[in-house]
Every structure is written in structure tokens, then in C-alpha cells.
């Protein structure tokens, strides 16, 4: 399977998953504290972190994480959509 990539006008999310493992990144502006949004759709997700790094260049925020998703719990889609969900409240 390809890496599923979806954006809107604020974020990008990209997700592949291998086996349980999901690497996701986001891309998104500086505001609204994304780290801490990403962080709680994982935990909501019931996601195990096993990795997760972020850097800033002027506003803009790069977040990637690789993190183990609960067996039969989610395919990249809707991981994707949880995280776009949560990340543009």
C-alpha cells in the first residue's frame, strides 16, 4: 500500500502503516498548539508512541511520529480522518 496523503487549507496529514505501525506526518501552521492536538488524537486513538519528533521553520509546523495503532483499530483513512478532525478544532 502507497502512503495515504490527505490535506485541507490549514493541515497535511500523511499516514502509512506497516503491520500495526502508522509513521504519520503532519504539516501545519504554528498555532493553536498542534503538538499538543496530535498528541491527544494519538492518545484518543488508544496509539502507542514509539517516536515522535517536530520541528518549526517561520510558521509553519512538521510533526512526525511513529506510533503502534491497535490491531484491526484503523486503516490509514481513518486515521487520517481523526487526525484532520481533531487537529482542525
Known sequence: MGAKNTCNK???VDVKMVGEDA???VQSANTDMPTSK???ALR????I???????????VMLQYVVAKIPAGTATEDQI??????????
Open 49 to 59: 508512541v514509539h517516536h515522535a519528533s517536530m520541528s518549526c521553520v517561520d510558521d
Open 80 to 89: 487520517q480522518a481523526c487526525l484532520l478532525s481533531r487537529l482542525n478544532k
Open 44 to 47: 484518543k486513538m488508544e496509539a
Open 23 to 25: 509513521m504519520i506526518r
Open 38 to 40: 496530535l498528541m491527544s
Open 10 to 12: 490549514k493541515n497535511k
